[in-house]
Nanobody, 123 residues
Framework: QVQLQESGPGLVKSSQTLSLTCTVS??????????WSWSRQRPGKAPEWIGA???????YYNPSLQSRTSISRDSATNSVSLKMDSLRPEDTGRYLC???????????????WGQGTQVTVSS
């Protein structure tokens, strides 16, 4: 059974970089035909898809965040990481990783989720 677990700092200062890791167990992020994504839920806003790593090695991003977002993977630890630069208080929210078998930019379409991790960006 596939499991996803997010980890990273809960508090980050404005202008600094957020680094989060999604560790996957029960499935391989490099051999199974799937997309492994990052999304976020900010207070008072709709869920927002950030980007995804495809098992074949391609990466996809939300255009509104692409300029300051980078997704990478580590096959040795079977994990997908997210880096977001130039943080501001508006980036505060819950960050989650999830899996889907086909390409989608809609968080509601993803079938398997981690618990998520709360991130607060201070001024």
């Amino acid at each position: 059974q596939v499991q996803l677990q997010e980890s990273g700092p809960g508090l980050v200062k404005s202008s600094q970089t957020l680094s989060l890791t999604c560790t996957v167990s029960g499935d391989s992020i490099t051999t199974t035909n799937s997309y492994w994504s990052w999304s976020r839920q900010r207070p008072g806003k709709a869920p927002e898809w950030i980007g995804a790593s495809h098992y074949a090695g391609n990466y996809y991003y939300n255009p509104s965040l692409q300029s300051r977002t980078s997704i990478s993977r580590d096959s040795a630890t079977n994990s997908v990481s997210l880096k977001m630069d130039s943080l501001r208080p508006e980036d505060t929210g819950r960050y989650l990783c999830a899996r889907i078998r086909y390409y989608s930019e809609d968080p509601a379409a993803y079938d398997t989720w981690g618990q998520g991790t709360q991130v607060t960006v201070s001024s």
